[in-house]
């Protein structure tokens, strides 16, 4: 195998060493321990370190300028990743991973604070922009030749070459992830074998607390290190309150320390553009605390609440063994908005979707590996907002809509047959109001009549959309076609809170396609005036 970085040719030369042992000296400033304060120059600062940050540093990066990338959490290193889940969380997750919407549902956000972002706890599922999203943006939204099927493939082509995309191997499928092949097919949903980006997959189950053999193609083992390697350098536990705007230009980004008492002020000037790609939730509130103005800021925020559930087999199942997440559908993304999807838990998670109490859930946690976990992925159409609270926190408002509920409770109806149909003698609905365990495939017809009441649902929150879209003039986006804020032309948003709606597949593709893309058009254009 070959590839075109030298640092990941060190570890695919030597499985013992990751990418993220060899950093150029100098190239990573921990603002936890650096003398401060800290003011320096570039030619572009990039807000975020994940999906979209990386890429967007890389290609710069690789275009000749000098950049410099501003991530708030720490950078874990392949060898600190430890399996369990309490510490891991503390450490990669943002507020360890309770942050939760308010509306009428519960529904924790899920997001990474690390280096490398939330790609360090993601799946590693890579899927293009499905076309009709495209072409839903360029007429509905009137993004019209901005972005296009035939703009975005060689970013993807890329990407996936880059990053090694390929399906999961037999070597690697594991128990829950066959069991669903088998049964989805058999009715009917055309499963899949995930796509993901990984390089010697081990099969450990472990995505979620950060791949431990750097096998996982996250932007901390792959575009984070290569932007290192040709001359960017990271500034990590490094805050950004607000970028600095003066005659209608970003000049730059100003923020504090993390992990120390004495703050410092850390200032990092951008000659040429901020490139601001910190995610849904805090991108909007950064543009915010800077002083952008727009009506629609904060709003059309949207996502894909997942909805999961249990069942417990005769057979070994063996979900700690596998992909972490390897295969699915998408047959129903159109008619019901929903893709199912294989996940495995860590196994300190599972008491969490256990039913029962005393005797009966320890008997159960120690049966795990009788257990099956597949879920419902929601393509919602409900739309939330974003603002910042008065304490300063980000504060995301959200309630699925009654149609969304349908679609939902029809996929939990799917999930729930095939379950009994592949011998489950129990099934966990994870519904209030249905009995916790069901026992016999008539029970189904339960599920079929749950309530619609968002909060009977347990669900997660880990897409994340819209809040600072894109449109071609302010009255009707933040963000113009060139990914610029409208009136700061050197002020660029290159992750998914430009996208006017949500996919209805994984984002990672998308997202780190939409900022690649833009980050050739920032590349390519004449600087703008000072
Ligand atoms: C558990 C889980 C599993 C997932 N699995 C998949 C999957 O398999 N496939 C897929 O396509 N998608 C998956 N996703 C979603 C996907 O990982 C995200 O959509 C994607 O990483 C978002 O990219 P981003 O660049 O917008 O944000 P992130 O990757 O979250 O990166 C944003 C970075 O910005 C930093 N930041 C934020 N604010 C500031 C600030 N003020 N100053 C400095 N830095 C800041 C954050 O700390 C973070 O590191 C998953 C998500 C979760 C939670
Ligand atoms: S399942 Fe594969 S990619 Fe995920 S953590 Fe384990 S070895 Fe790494």
């Not at 989805?184 to 390089?199: H, M, N, Q, S």
Request: hydrophobic content about 40%.
């Amino acid at each position: 195998m070959t590839s075109p970085y030298p640092l990941d040719e060190a570890r695919l030369n030597n499985p013992q060493r990751f990418a993220d042992d060899d950093l150029p000296e100098g190239s990573v400033i921990d603002c936890a321990a650096a003398q401060l304060p800290i003011d320096e120059a570039y030619d572009f600062v990039v807000i975020g370190s994940g999906a979209s940050g990386a890429v967007a540093a890389h290609e710069l990066t690789s275009a000749g300028f000098s950049v410099a990338i501003a991530e708030e959490g720490p950078y874990v290193r392949t060898r600190e990743f430890k399996k369990e889940v309490g510490s891991a969380f503390l450490k990669l997750f943002r507020d360890g991973s309770f942050q939760a919407l308010e509306g009428r549902v519960f529904m924790p956000v899920i997001q990474g604070r690390c280096v490398g972002g939330t790609t360090v706890v993601n799946s590693a599922i890579a899927w293009r922009t499905p076309e009709d999203v495209v072409d839903e943006w360029a007429t509905q939204f009137g993004l019209g030749d901005a972005i296009t099927m035939r703009a975005l493939e060689p970013h993807f082509e890329a990407l996936e070459h880059d990053l090694n995309v390929h399906a999961v191997v037999d070597e690697v499928l594991g128990g829950n992830n066959a069991l669903f092949m088998k049964q989805a097919g058999a009715v009917g949903l055309y499963p899949t074998r995930i796509k993901r980006y990984e390089r010697g997959c081990k099969g450990s189950s472990q995505c979620l607390t950060g791949c431990p053999t750097a096998a996982k193609q996250g932007m901390n083992v792959t575009y984070v290190p290569w932007t290192l390697a040709l001359g960017g350098r990271l500034f990590c536990n490094y805050r950004v309150e607000r970028i600095e705007l003066a005659g209608g230009r970003a000049v730059g980004v100003i923020g504090s320390a993390q992990s120390r008492r004495d703050k410092g002020t850390i200032r990092l000037r951008a000659k040429r553009g901020v490139i601001l790609a910190a995610s849904t939730v805090q991108s909007p509130n950064i543009l915010r605390r800077s002083g952008v103005c727009n009506r629609h800021l904060g709003q059309h925020f949207q996502t894909h609440p997942g909805c999961g559930m249990g069942a417990v087999l005769d057979q070994d199942i063996n979900m700690y063994f596998g992909a972490t997440q390897g295969a699915e559908s998408i047959h129903l993304r159109a008619s019901e908005r929903i893709k199912f999807e294989t996940i495995s838990m860590n196994p300190e998670l599972v008491p969490v979707r256990c039913p029962g109490l005393g005797v009966d859930l320890v008997r159960r946690i120690g049966n795990a590996r009788h257990l099956a976990i597949w879920v419902t992925i929601l393509r919602s159409q409900a739309e939330g907002t974003v603002s910042q609270g008065w304490t300063g926190r980000d504060r995301v408002v959200f309630s699925p809509t009654k149609r969304d509920m349908e679609h939902v409770r029809a996929g939990q109806v799917y999930l729930a047959r095939m379950m009994f149909d592949a011998g489950a003698r129990e099934v966990w609905p994870g519904i209030y109001g249905l009995p916790p365990v069901l026992t016999s495939p008539d029970q189904v017809k339960l599920v079929e009549e749950a309530p619609l009441e968002p909060r009977a649902y347990t669900f997660i929150a880990s897409h994340l959309f819209g809040a600072a879209r894109m449109a071609r003039t302010a009255t009707g986006g933040v963000v113009d076609t060139t990914f610029a804020v409208h009136g700061v032309p050197n002020l660029f948003v290159v992750d998914s809170s430009v996208f006017p709606t949500n996919l209805g597949v994984n984002p990672q593709h998308s997202i780190m396609a939409m900022s690649r893309l833009a980050s050739h058009r920032i590349a390519d254009a004449p600087p703008t005036l000072a």
